[in-house]
């Protein structure tokens, strides 16, 4: 077993790790305590590693929530995205394992695989309040447990505020004693150029659902900001001419949603007014394009 360091100021950087759709960004978001890495229930949402700090008057959480490991699709996307996972792993104090309470499959088992031996390694069974028979979750975890020595086992639910405090608590002796890494105020070391393509790339999968592939993105072309107002100039980026209308809707009436609903996030997360132009592009072949992929802010 990992032994906590001692006593004092402690800060260290933790992964979120664990296949698609088990919750990373969702937890990632309440041990920030703010909405820095979106949520969607498409697979494949979380795109690059997102930091989240949280600092307490003892310690300083530095959170990384990685993509979720892609197995079964190699296109120059999915290899970065891997990549961004891989990376991660070997630069972190302590490691998130993220599994579905109840559920461990062929995918988790590659993700479990690709952890370094001896890292601080939590095993977080997410989503508890999903399973009807809470007596189960302990016998599971244990099973769970025999594949690898965890350093502690953590059912929870990441909508619930006292499971976050509790997961809080049991990360912080793991972390090493330091001096904090950022300012007390600083939520996220991403740009607000990025964090606002994010958002506007959420509205789009949440309002295509199924129906637009995840071979879409969002490219801020110009970001200006005059006073308290923030002028936001936006590409949603799709492959094809019918995922084009996907986005735009009948008389337009989609992108106009997903525009309102980007645009009202930005203005809680900047404080204050955003104007927000939206515009939509096909572009043939993207995600399997290598050097298009870097000119895009991929890894």
């Given at each position: 077993?990992?032994?906590?360091?001692?006593?004092?100021?402690?800060?260290?950087?933790?992964?979120?790790?664990?296949?698609?759709?088990?919750?990373?960004?969702?937890l990632m978001n309440a041990l920030v305590g703010q909405k820095i890495s979106i949520t969607s229930r498409k697979a494949q949402t979380t795109r690059h590693r997102i930091t989240g700090i949280n600092t307490f008057d003892d310690a300083q959480f530095v959170f990384v929530d990685t993509p979720g490991f892609q197995?079964?699709?190699?296109?120059?996307?999915?290899r970065s995205l891997n990549r961004a996972v891989t990376s991660t792993l070997t630069s972190v104090d302590v490691i998130l394992f993220v599994i579905e309470a109840g559920r461990f499959g062929p995918d988790d088992q590659k993700v479990l695989d690709l952890i370094p031996p001896g890292m601080p390694t939590l095993l977080i069974a997410n989503k508890i309040d999903r399973v009807n028979d809470k007596?189960?979750?302990?016998?599971?975890?244990?099973?769970?447990?025999?594949?690898r020595e965890f350093t502690e086992l953590v059912p929870?639910?990441?909508?619930?505020?006292?499971?976050?405090?509790?997961?809080l608590d049991t990360i912080k002796p793991y972390l090493p004693e330091g001096e904090p890494i950022y300012g007390e105020d600083e939520l996220t070391d991403r740009s607000s150029r990025f964090l606002a393509a994010e958002i506007l790339?959420?509205?789009?999968?949440?309002?295509t659902g199924d129906e637009l592939p995840y071979t879409s993105t969002v490219l801020i072309d110009k970001f200006e900001e005059e006073g308290r107002l923030k002028r936001i100039?936006?590409?949603i980026l799709v492959e094809r001419d019918s995922h084009k209308a996907m986005v735009i809707g009948k008389k337009g009436e989609k992108l106009k949603q997903i525009s309102t609903e980007a645009r009202m996030d930005m203005e809680k997360l900047f404080d204050g007014p955003v104007y927000l132009e939206t515009f939509v592009k096909v572009k043939s072949g993207w995600a399997d394009n290598e050097a298009g992929l870097r000119a895009y802010g991929y890894e």
């Amino acid at each position: 077993m990992n032994t906590p360091a001692p006593t004092g100021f402690r800060c260290g950087m933790i992964a979120i790790v664990g296949r698609p759709n088990v919750g990373k960004s969702t937890l990632m978001n309440a041990l920030v305590g703010q909405k820095i890495s979106i949520t969607s229930r498409k697979a494949q949402t979380t795109r690059h590693r997102i930091t989240g700090i949280n600092t307490f008057d003892d310690a300083q959480f530095v959170f990384v929530d990685t993509p979720g490991f892609q197995t079964r699709h190699s296109t120059a996307l999915n290899r970065s995205l891997n990549r961004a996972v891989t990376s991660t792993l070997t630069s972190v104090d302590v490691i998130l394992f993220v599994i579905e309470a109840g559920r461990f499959g062929p995918d988790d088992q590659k993700v479990l695989d690709l952890i370094p031996p001896g890292m601080p390694t939590l095993l977080i069974a997410n989503k508890i309040d999903r399973v009807n028979d809470k007596a189960s979750l302990f016998p599971f975890m244990q099973k769970v447990s025999e594949l690898r020595e965890f350093t502690e086992l953590v059912p929870l639910s990441a909508q619930k505020p006292e499971d976050i405090k509790r997961l809080l608590d049991t990360i912080k002796p793991y972390l090493p004693e330091g001096e904090p890494i950022y300012g007390e105020d600083e939520l996220t070391d991403r740009s607000s150029r990025f964090l606002a393509a994010e958002i506007l790339r959420e509205k789009v999968f949440r309002w295509t659902g199924d129906e637009l592939p995840y071979t879409s993105t969002v490219l801020i072309d110009k970001f200006e900001e005059e006073g308290r107002l923030k002028r936001i100039f936006a590409t949603i980026l799709v492959e094809r001419d019918s995922h084009k209308a996907m986005v735009i809707g009948k008389k337009g009436e989609k992108l106009k949603q997903i525009s309102t609903e980007a645009r009202m996030d930005m203005e809680k997360l900047f404080d204050g007014p955003v104007y927000l132009e939206t515009f939509v592009k096909v572009k043939s072949g993207w995600a399997d394009n290598e050097a298009g992929l870097r000119a895009y802010g991929y890894e």
